[in-house]
Every structure is written in structure tokens, then in C-alpha cells.
């Protein structure tokens, strides 16, 4: 079983401290609001899902000891630890949509007393888990269909269990074999530069007992021609309405070089991470990110001063080498911009 | 101008000491077969003629002190530092190519005396320069005929002159352009596990003042889908009878891409490199090397305890992925059992 990366124990929270993986699986106890910036801002939490969840309950614990019962004064306190939290790390999206959804939560509900607000902060953050835990899981089953007993799927960056509450996204049908028995193997990307892939996709597959094997990223080519390889499942940072998808720099690589031998190559993510407003690839913008992570990025200089350096964090996969979406309400099939509007039609 | 890998000067070797690269420009001076034992050991010098030529001066610096007229004696010192210097890199296959080159040298001038041998030697290994230099330097002409001015190419690994004796193969046709006053930029992959791309080929292209740009491996794929890349030139291992060639881990996945976004891929190699004997790509034995390179390559643990590592050191790119061989004696061309029987033919 995958590990909670965050969880609501009693009157703290507790989370599994990333920055100490892969060599160590320590869990801190988070009380304050302000620990909890610390946790985010230090990357102790990271992956979208699971730094809104973590801005969530940094907000209840900034405004659980207010002692006041003066609705105003709660309100502008609010506000004020929503802006704290969200100073934490300010280019993280999902930190602003967990506030405004916590906010909205108190807006709406304006009647109650100030306890009760806190209260509902609480349990606003608390669904937030149980939400995020039904639609990976779903996932999971989704995703499962495709898996085979014996099965060898390669993976790259992480879009675990420690992105999200618990479960993951491309992970999630991976475990859910393994609760069934399945034995399979995931080949498991490093994907440079950050290491994500050796740093916490395979030290979550190694806890749960499913047999992984770490390659660097140009070894994909490789394992693939040896037809070592049968399944690709992969998160996404961004799918666009006809579904080109966004995400961890070298999914594209992997998705031409699945295509050329033959293995299907599969995004595994929820329907919010659909941006219908983008009409295709061309429209999602690529953040570039400091050149160190590349000349320095293991603690030492590996590259010449001065060298030009490019740095994308993101790749952009065209809809045509994704044979499926995997979501939690299905697998979604091409054409996509069919089968996304669907998805949203009927929801 | 590329900067000479090994340099006899007068009565001493100077190389520059690749193991502070790209730090610091270090050039060291060897006198004695102790110290070029101890360059090869430590990999102050590299790269497979390089290794070569550095054996055979290593072996005259073994045995120019040598005082006595006794020849018997002398072939005994001789055999000597020979086995010596070969316990330097017992792996490297052109270690002991240059090992035996000297020994035959030596061999069919039986008549001479011990100094006029030590002479020949000398010779010998300065003659292994000259030869790595024309050979090179004649990849660079024929290599030169595919680029044109304001070309952006794409290498992977070091194929450059610090594996040579100066000149380098992949890199020998971008330096000709260079001194050509042609505007080019290289996209330079970093190439892990060992970095040789960011550490060695960035290095090479900043002190030839060409522009060039790291990227991490996977980060090919974005470039080329860019379509800022008009050309791959990378260098080879081991090239089979058909074509197919052995290089360094990644280079089949670089194949793969230029193909796919219609970007001619080019092996630059000696004659000296296609292996006749092996009939296809499947026949080339993978070397695998040990997992730490990927899960501690920078000085710390980037990967949980007990993982699985798969290291393979090379893989092997078809011959349909390859557009063309560059020689000293010219192009190849598809098909390459024709076209390396041909050359074979008429040497």
C-alpha cells in the first residue's frame, strides 16, 4: 500500500518529510500555520494535489486558536493566513485554488459562528484527502484494465502517491495490481534534472513492495528496443481540449520512442488537470527553469562556467502518441477533443 | 582550434588533465611509464586513441633510461613495461593495440641496436599522433560537406577531440566549420550517468569558441519537435559489417527522435571502427556497469537503498536509423553492407 503523504491525526497534521527521501522515511508533525509554510516552502511537501491539501490545513491551524467570537475579525484573520500560506510557494496553482476553495467554504456559510467556521475549515481540508483519494483510486481501477499478470511498464518523473494525498495518478493502477497479486516490474526514469523519478518514484514502488528498476532517461530507447517494455503510464502537468499534454521534461521522448516500438503510451490524470480553455499544445506555456538544476545540480559543477544552458521543466506531447487518458471517470480514447467533450458534457 | 590531448615535447609528454575539466585547463607534464601509468589509471587521459597513443609514449618513457647494449635484455625491459602499462586499463581494447603495435615495431627492426630501438619507439608513438591527426582531420573535411552556415547540430557524449589526439570524429567536422568562419551552435546532451557531454564535449566547444547549449538527455525530444536542430552528428564504438552501431547509452534514442522529426542522424568514425567480423548490431556485446554510477554519479545517494539499477555503458543503433558514416575515407551510405564492403575492397 502506498503511504499517506499527508493526514489529519487528532490535532496535528502529519506528512512525510520528501526533502529526507530517498535515504529516509521520517514523518514531522505539523501544529502551526507557520511550520506548515515552512513545509511547503522547503519542498518537505511537494505535487500539486498534495501542496493544496497541505495550504488547506495550514489554514485551519493558523485560525484554530483564534479566541474571539467576532465574525469580522475571524474573517480578516482568514484572509490574512490565506495570504501567509500562499506566499509560500506563489507559483504553485493548486495552492490558490485551496484557498479559494476554503475561503468560498466560509463565504458560503456565512450564518455560522466562528467555531463552527473553524470547524468547517477542518473538514474542508479533511474532504480535500477523501476527494483526492476517490479520484486517484478511480484511477486506479481505470487504469488497471490495461494491466496484464507479468506485466513490465516503464514510468517517468513522479506522479505518485507522494504528488497527490496517497494513491498518485500514473502510479495508482500500479498499485492496485499489486493489491491484486499482480506481479509486475516498473522501469522507473530518473528524469533529469531534478531526479524525481530515482528520488521518490522508486522509493514509492520499493515501500510497496513492487519491483523497480531505475534507468537514467536515455536508457528508455534501450529497454524499449529489447522489448523489455509492454505498458507507459505517465502523469500530466496540463492536457489541452483536443489532448496534447503537458508535463515532466522527456515525456515527449518517451512517447515517440513508445510509438516507434510499439507500446502503448498512456497519460494518467484527473479530469481537473483538463484545460479546456487551451485549444491545443501550442497554447501551454513552457516555464524555463535556473540553469543550475542542469551545471550544479547534484552539488557540484558537472558543466563549464559560462555554457549556455536550456532548462524547460515541461515537454509538450502531441494527442497523436497518447493512446489513451486515464482518468476517474474512465479511459478516455481519440479523438480527444470528442471524448474530453463528453467527459464534461455529461458532468 | 581544438587543444592537442597529448603532446610530445622534447623530452617530455604534456597532457591536459581531463579530471579537472571543466573546471580548470590543466596540463601535466609525464616523465616516467610510472606517471603515464598513473594518467591512464586516474583517466587524466581518455577516450580510446587517446588511451592508445598515450601507451606507446608511456612505454618509451619505460624504457629510454634503459643503460645497457644487451638487446636480449633490452626486449626483456621492453616485455616489461609493456605488460606494466597494460595493467593500467586492462579494458581498454586500444591499450593493447598500441602495445603490440610498439612490440611489432620493434620486432621486424631486430637488426638495430638498443638505442636506435629506443629511437624507433620514440617514433612510433609521435607517428600514432600524426596518424590520429589525418585521420580525424579528413572525418572533419567529409563531415564539413553536411553542414551549412548557421546550422544548429545536436552531439551526444564526447566524440571530441580529447578522446583523440586532438581532432576528435563527431566534433572534427564542427571545428572545420568553425575555422571556416561558418556560424553554427551545438546542442550539447549532457549524457549521464558520467556527464561526458556537459563535462567533456561543452568544455571542447566553449575553447573552439563555437556556441553550444547543454540540455539534459531527455530534453533532445523538445529541440527537435522545436525544430532547432538540423543535424545530429554523435561517434561510435563499434560499428557491425550492416551498419548497425555501438555508442555510448542514449544514442539510439537520439536516432529515433531525428528520424521521427526528420532530422538526418550521421555516426562519425574511423575506418578503424567498423568491425567486419560482426555480422549485425545483435552480435555487439553490452557492457553493464556498476549501478552507483547512476544512483551516486555526483557524490550522493540520489536513490533508495537495494533499487534496482539496470547500467548499460552502450546500445546499439540500427543501421536504418543512420543516414551516413563518416569516415576519413568518405560517406557511407545505405546500404552499408555495400558501401563498408567497398571501402574494405579498395584499401
Redesign the interface.
Known sequence: MPIPTIQWEKNLVKIIDQTE???KKTFIKVTTASEMWNAIKQLKIRGAPAIGIAAAFGIYLGVRKFQSKDKKKFLGKLDDVCSYIGSSRPTAVNLFWAIDRIKRRVHVNSEASVHELKELVLREACLMIDEDNQVCRAIGEHGLKLIRDGHSLLTHCNAGGLATAMHGTALSPMFRAKELGYKIHV?V?????L?QG??IT??EL?EAEI?????????????M?QKKVDLVIVGADRIAANGDTANK??T??VA??AR?FGIPFYIAAPVSTIDREIKNGDEIPIEERDPRE??H????????????????AF??TPAKYIKGIITEKGILNPPYKKSIGKIFNTS
Open positions: 527521501l530517498p535515504i522501469w526514469d530518473e528524469t533529469r534534472p531526479l530515482s528520488r522508486a522509493w520499493g519491483p523497480a528498476t531505475i534507468i537514467t532517461d536515455n536508457m528508455a530507447a534501450t529497454v528496443s521534461i522527456g515527449l521522448g515517440v520512442l516507434e542542469v551545471t545540480g547534484f552539488g557540484r559543477q558537472t558543466a563549464p562556467d559560462g555554457i549556455g544552458v536550456y532548462n524547460p515537454d509538450m
